[in-house]
T-cell receptor
């Protein structure tokens, strides 16, 4: 059974800092891993998708890495801004049982101006 | 915007009632997944539909059921509502396989 852990659970930083959000998962049999952003009470916005054969993906100030064998992914946010304040969710998709996606509880980020 | 829509936006029901939530997939997507997100937690996988059949289910009782229609829109039905069913219900559409999921804005269900 896939279990996903995200560390830290919450993070408060001043504007401009570079951040690393961590995600670990117990079952390495995954097809891909997606990072999402969620604003309070809203749906999820996809940030980055890493296929299992890839090591990293980049989009603007965001970079996500994947180490499938060790069951780890990190999301790196460069030069954080107040608009980055949100909850960040890690979601590996399994390759058995119908491509289930299991989410972590998320990291709540607050960037202070 | 993802092109995935959900209705209604908010809903208040009484314990024991039944509810139907609706989701319209992004154009061209043949797979829909439903998730329940309680306050302060990550989304929990309920089930997934592909070509109108359930294909994968999380740890939810049978009173949670669904449908997928030929146009790939979907419904989530919950019978005998309980207070713990209060949550944000999210649907996500994708192409079958190892592809990116696109989420709708969610339906906030409150059970009193």
């Amino acid at each position: 059974k896939q279990e996903v852990t995200q560390i830290p659970a919450a993070l408060s930083v001043p504007e401009g800092e570079n951040l690393v959000l961590n995600c670990s998962f117990t079952d390495s049999a995954i097809y891909n891993l997606q990072w999402f952003r969620q604003d309070p009470g809203k749906g999820l916005t996809s940030l980055l998708l890493i296929q299992s054969s890839q090591r990293e993906q980049t989009s603007g100030r965001l970079n996500a890495s994947l180490d499938k064998s060790s069951g780890r992914s990190t999301l790196y946010i460069a030069a954080s801004q107040p608009g980055d304040s949100a909850t960040y969710l890690c979601a590996p998709k399994g390759d058995t049982g119908g491509f289930k996606t299991i989410f972590g509880a998320g990291t709540r980020l607050f960037v202070k101006a | 915007e993802t092109g995935v829509t959900q209705s209604p936006t908010h809903l208040i029901k009484t314990r024991g009632q039944q509810v139907t939530l609706r989701c319209s997939s992004q154009s061209g997507h043949n797979t829909v997944s439903w998730y329940q997100q309680a306050l302060g937690q990550g989304p929990q996988f309920i089930f997934q539909y592909y070509r109108e059949e359930e294909n994968g289910r999380g740890n939810f009782p049978p009173r949670f059921s669904g449908l997928q229609f030929p146009n790939y829109s979907s419904e989530l039905n919950v019978n005998a509502l309980e207070l713990d069913d209060s949550a944000l219900y999210l649907c996500a559409s994708s192409l079958w396989g190892s592809n990116e999921q696109y989420f709708g804005p969610g339906t906030r269900l409150t059970v009193t």
